[in-house]
């Protein structure tokens, strides 16, 4: 009978065993294996505890794709009772640094993806840096070689590239072909006594398929022969990557592997060491993609694309954590606004899109801004005016002047950085600009100057300053009598005064627009760097303007008109 071996989801089943150690060298080559999914795991990991883990390089700045599938894992770890582990993977010695393992915590943290073992915070299951573990993975590759498993391989680089030109002209698949599989004992005897360099080689059957059932892409499979006999060692006595995270996720009792779908071509070689070591399988659920907006894979060329960036631009770590939670899944409704609690009630692995996901950073800005209008009132108004203070445009003032500034500009405010330009346009007046653009054309041929001359006549009586002294009531009572002087209302009345007042076409509420504009040239509380033009000087500048000519000059045909044909 031949012999089962496997997780309940998955099982490899061999041919009737022979002891290792009795195997002639050429029958280790011809072991069949049939794998085949059976009871899929459960989804829920109501078969034990819960465990996943994000296990990032340090090699660079957090991606967003890595930050989305640490959320996964977190939230599946959180709406199950799990534990969620952090392992850095840092056998990259040449490219892995200290820094870049800081900046990933510092990110991970920021995002609010609290870890419950790693290498800050410890475990029973450490250390969590692989650098620190080299010693687990030559015991386990010890235990192989002792089973038969793997064997060493004393074949030089042009030897290897040599096979890989051989398989080309062949049009065969570039799998292991030399001879040390085979090799006698005295063979291999005569290389070691010479000194030369070898890696442990895994032994892969050469007939067969491996079947999983991914809890995210469904079925897979592979057939074995594309394989080829791989290294888990190299000649330096480094541990190879599949090696050591087969290693890693069997001893920490990974229950579950959230992983990117890059890495899905990686489970074949994993499920074979699992099964050598006797190790049981974990779930696996492989994640889509993170896609650019012409559907190829997002990268730097693309903007920004780190979370480090992100947090530097102003986003808000509830923005990311909601925005990048829906790349890939919906709780089936119509709702996108999700808290990390919500998400954490409502996540399942089996509501996650196999499909690729675009990144859409106008639409992250977007949830930017409506994560920021969801903060108390009192918190938001405290986030504009630090901000306002911190880059000069405010001082400090008991005016109240930040708290009416922020509730008149915050619905269009996106990002806390652009609190600062939205403050600046208000305060600015570019009104020889907006008059000499061609959106503005209409508005000057509407009798522009005859509005200009009833506003200048109010200024100057202080008939307009005193409605602005009593706040929006006052300009409400007096732009409803002005309206009627000049037998405008509507649009034909706002829009001339919103040129004049403030010298744009477009902006915030007109009426507490113009009332604020009054109260920063008297509160105190706006500095001189802030490039605000007050009253006194808008209605100097708008004395000078020359109505006949502006007029005269929008009338008259392009000087640079197209010649015609001959």
């Known amino acids: 009978m031949a012999a089962a071996m496997g997780s309940p989801w998955l099982r490899i089943r061999l041919l009737p065993e022979v002891p290792p150690r009795l ?158 599989g085979t090799a006698s004992d005295a063979e291999i005897q005569q290389e070691l006594e010479k000194g030369t360099p070898y890696t442990y080689r895994f032994r892969v059957p050469k007939e067969g398929s491996l079947k999983i059932n991914d809890l995210i892409r469904g079925e897979v499979s592979w057939n074995l022969d594309t394989l080829g006999d791989f290294v888990i060692m190299r000649s330096n006595g480094q541990p190879v990557y599949n090696f050591c995270v087969t290693v890693d996720d069997a001893a920490m009792r990974i229950s579950h592997v959230i992983r990117a779908e890059e890495h899905l071509p990686n489970t074949l070689r994993q499920a074979l060491i699992y099964k050598a070591l006797g190790f049981p399988m974990p779930s696996f659920a492989h994640v889509s993609l993170i896609l650019a907006p012409d559907r190829s894979k997002l990268s730097k ?118 609190a600062d330009a939205a403050l600046s346009n208000l305060l600015s007046y570019p009104l020889h600009a907006t008059l000499s653009s061609d959106e503005a054309k209409s508005v000057v041929q509407d009798k522009l100057s005859e509005v200009a001359s009833g506003l200048i006549s109010a200024y100057d009586s202080g008939e307009l300053c005193q409605a602005l002294a009593e706040g929006r009531d006052g300009w409400q009572k007096w732009v409803k009598i002005f309206g009627k002087s000049l037998k405008r209302k509507g649009k034909s009345l706002f829009m001339p005064l919103r040129v004049l007042l403030t010298g744009k076409l477009h902006g915030p509420d007109m009426g507490g627009t113009v ?4 109260k920063a040239g008297t509160c105190g509380a706006v500095t001189q760097q802030s490039g605000f033009v007050n009253l006194d000087e808008r209605f100097r500048i708008l004395k000078e303007v020359e109505w006949e000519s502006l007029v005269q000059e929008q009338e008259s045909p392009a000087e640079t008109a197209v010649p015609a044909s001959p």
């Not at 894992?73 to 820094?99: C, H, M, P, Q, W």
């Not at 901000?387 to 500009?409: H, N, P």
């Open 515 to 518: 009332v604020l504009i009054h």
């Open 23 to 180: 195997l002639r060298p050429h029958l280790r080559r011809t072991l069949s294996v049939r794998a085949s999914a059976s009871a899929s795991a459960s989804p829920d990991g109501a078969g034990g505890p819960v465990r996943v883990r994000f296990a990032p390089s340090p090699t660079g700045n957090l991606h967003v794709g890595g930050a989305r599938t640490a959320l996964f894992n977190y939230l599946f770890a959180r709406s199950k009772g799990g534990k969620f582990v952090l392992r850095i993977e840092d056998t990259d010695l040449e490219r892995s640094t200290k820094k870049s393992e800081e900046a990933l915590l510092s990110d991970l943290a920021w995002l609010g993806l609290d870890w419950d073992e790693g290498p800050d915070v410890g475990g029973e299951f450490g250390p969590y840096r692989q650098s620190e573990r080299n010693s687990m993975y030559k015991q386990y590759a010890e235990k192989l070689m002792e089973s038969g498993a793997v064997y060493r391989c004393f074949c030089s680089s042009e030897e290897l590239e040599q096979m890989k030109e051989t398989a080309k002209q062949m049009q065969l698949p570039p799998v292991y072909m030399g001879k040390w």
């Open 301 to 418: 060329r693309h903007g920004a694309t780190s979370v480090g960036q992100y947090k530097e631009m102003g986003y808000l770590p509830q923005a990311m954590v909601n925005y990048l939670a829906l790349l890939g899944w919906g709780d089936g409704t119509e709702n996108e606004f999700f808290t990390i609690d919500d998400l954490v009630e409502k996540f399942t692995i089996n509501r996650v899109n196999k499909s690729g996901a675009v990144f859409d950073a106008v639409k992250l800005k977007w949830m930017n801004g409506q994560h920021l209008r969801s903060f108390p009132p009192d918190v938001l108004i405290k986030s504009f005016e630090d901000r306002w203070k911190d880059t000069g445009i405010l001082q400090e003032s008991e005016s109240g002047f930040a708290k009416e500034a922020a509730e008149l500009l915050k619905d269009g405010i996106d990002l806390i950085t652009d």
